[in-house]
């Protein structure tokens, strides 16, 4: 086992100041750096990174064959008696590819703060995850963690603003989600994508961004368009409606005269409809019927 160090301020720029205040708040250390076996690190299970850049990785890991691990991994002893990673998955990944034994890790104090809460936190203050990871990782520490947006806005040092925009984002359709992620779109193009309600029309846009590769600027300028002619056509059919209710109502008030009954219309927008003629009993009927027959 190699030499152990104190932390010290290494902490704050390994994990980001909101990690070192939880530090100072809750009165908890990291207890050494030492060299730890591979075989007795586990990757963390609530790792917000999904995909890993294989490329990337074999880039990493060609340096740590020549330099070796430069910036420690950060551990954390679970139950079983294995290190789980809460910081530098990439550089554990990338040393087991170099094919070495041993890393440098900061072992932390199990009482500093949850295991889930630490990676989530470092990773987002990397700002090296793609948009929906940072999305679902705001999201993860509001149901899992108990924060608040305005919380959160505090504890990862963003507006509450983008954090909401961020969270939106989950709302996308999935295939959508996987373009971001893919940086097939960016982020700006999927917060356009979310102006628009009707499903078939959000699906159609987005095949059109990945086809002629439009701008964010363009595709807002085409979501404003189909807005405003919404917006008018809506306007169009609601003015034919009252005018056609207005007839309508008329022709209800002469059959209920007629009949001595109230008169209800139906129609549907295709034009489609029906008259009804409510009764209460089978004589009201046979009197309906009788002035039915008149009026022929």
């Known amino acids: 086992m190699a030499k152990k160090n104190a932390l010290g301020r290494g902490l704050g720029s390994l994990l980001g100041d909101a990690i070192e205040d939880d530090i100072a708040i809750n009165g908890g250390s990291c207890s050494s750096m030492m060299e730890l076996s591979l075989t007795d690190i586990i990757p963390n299970p609530f790792q917000p990174r999904k995909e890993f850049n294989k490329e990337a990785l074999e880039e990493l890991a060609s340096s740590i064959k020549s330099l070796g691990v430069i910036q420690p991994i950060t551990v954390k002893m679970n139950d079983a008696g294995k290190y789980?990673?809460?910081?530098?998955?990439?550089?554990?990944?990338?040393?087991?590819?170099?094919?070495?034994?041993?890393?440098?890790?900061?072992?932390?104090?199990?009482?500093?703060?949850?295991?889930?809460?630490?990676a989530l936190v470092e990773n987002i203050q990397r700002q090296d995850l793609n948009s929906i990871e940072i999305a679902d990782s705001y999201q993860t520490l509001i149901d899992d963690c108990g924060y608040t947006q305005d919380a959160l806005s505090v504890k990862v040092g963003k507006k509450r603003t983008t954090i909401t925009n961020y969270l939106r984002l989950l709302k996308l359709p999935d295939n959508i989600k996987k373009a971001v992620k893919e940086s097939k779109i960016s982020m700006g193009h999927a917060r356009a994508l979310l102006g628009i309600s009707d499903p078939e029309m959000m699906?159609?846009?987005?095949?059109?961004?990945?086809?002629?590769?439009?701008?964010?600027?363009?595709v807002e300028?085409?979501?404003?368009?189909?807005?405003?002619?919404?917006?008018?056509?809506?306007?169009?059919?609601?003015?034919?409606?009252?005018?056609?209710?207005?007839?309508?109502?008329?022709?209800?008030?002469?059959l209920s005269k007629c009949l001595n009954t109230c008169v209800k219309f139906r129609r549907n927008s295709d034009g489609k409809g029906k008259i009804v003629i409510p009764f209460k009993s089978d004589n009201e009927l046979e009197k309906i019927v009788e002035l039915l027959d008149k009026l022929n």
Request: charged fraction near 30%.
């Open 84 to 118: 789980e990673i809460v910081a530098g998955e990439r550089r554990y990944r990338a040393s087991k590819i170099a094919g070495i034994d041993k890393i440098p890790a900061y072992v932390l104090d199990s009482g500093i703060t949850t295991t889930l809460e630490m």
């Open 221 to 254: 300028e085409i979501i404003h368009e189909l807005s405003n002619n919404d917006k008018e056509k809506a306007e169009k059919i609601n003015k034919n409606n009252k005018e056609e209710i207005g007839i309508y109502s008329e022709l209800q008030d002469q």
């Open 203 to 218: 699906q159609m846009i987005f095949e059109q961004i990945i086809h002629y590769q439009f701008s964010v600027r363009k």
